[in-house]
Nanobody
Framework: QVQLVESGGGLVQAGGSLRLSCAAS????????MGWYRQAPGKQRELVAH???????NYADSVKGRFTISRDNAKNTVYLQMNSLKPEDTADYYC???????????????WGQGTQVTVSS
């Protein structure tokens, strides 16, 4: 099994910054795509950003220019630097990791437990 431990959420005023971290551990041969999703109350979970093993990134239009996703492959960790936060960024943020147990395994995906981000106006 793979465990994902998230940290870095909290309460911040509009215009402020937060940095989320998600560390993966367990029986991992390799990690492919790593990403962050968020879910606001009463809304569906949506993609915020993801990053491939090669470093290619993709962002939701709503966060482009404000959020930056990065990863440390040596630590199996993905980060989300969130700047210029807005009240509409308030949500539970979840990391998602696609990984292989062996070179011959099918890709599996795991979710973090979620971390709350609240942006006050």
């Amino acid at each position: 099994q793979v465990q994902l431990v998230e940290s870095g959420g909290g309460l911040v005023q509009a215009g402020g910054s937060l940095r989320l971290s998600c560390a993966a551990s367990g029986s991992i041969f390799s990690i492919n795509r790593m990403g962050w999703y968020r879910q606001a109350p009463g809304k569906q979970r949506e993609l915020v950003a993801h990053i491939t093993s090669g470093g290619s990134t993709n962002y939701a239009d709503s966060v482009k220019g404000r959020f930056t996703i990065s990863r440390d492959n040596a630590k199996n960790t993905v980060y989300l630097q969130m700047n210029s936060l807005k009240p509409e960024d308030t949500a539970d943020y979840y990391c998602n990791v696609e990984w292989l147990r062996t070179p011959y395994s099918r890709s599996s995906a795991s979710w973090g437990q979620g971390t709350q981000v609240t942006v006050s106006s």
